[in-house]
């Protein structure tokens, strides 16, 4: 059975691929990070850095931001495996960048 953190990170994963293919971001380094860690310790650190996702302002300027991993992490199926502080910098990003 699939675990909720997999299933995100097959998410996480699969826009990766779509950035990359698509709108040329080099996913390299986050998503070799995403194999080796987790999604969820990835996403974490990433945060607790205060930094975005790889690609993040690219996928802003393409207006694909539902590519970023932030996207992915605030929707509501997703929700226990961060804390509010987590889902909440998300979602301040999102809305900085004019997603909602």
Do not use: H, P, W
């Not at 539902?66 to 987590?86: P, S």
């Amino acid at each position: 059975m699939v675990t909720l953190e997999q299933k995100l990170q097959q998410e996480v994963i699969g826009s990766c691929e779509i950035a990359e293919k698509e709108y040329g971001c080099n996913m390299t380094r986050f998503l070799e990070t995403i194999n080796r860690f987790g999604i969820v310790r990835t996403a974490q650190e990433i945060f607790r850095k205060g930094r975005t996702s790889d690609c993040f302002n690219k996928l802003v300027e393409a207006r694909v931001l539902e590519l970023t991993m932030e996207a992915t992490i605030v929707k509501a199926q997703y929700a226990e495996l961060f804390t509010d502080e987590e889902v909440n910098y998300c979602y301040d990003l999102l809305c900085e960048k004019g997603y909602y």
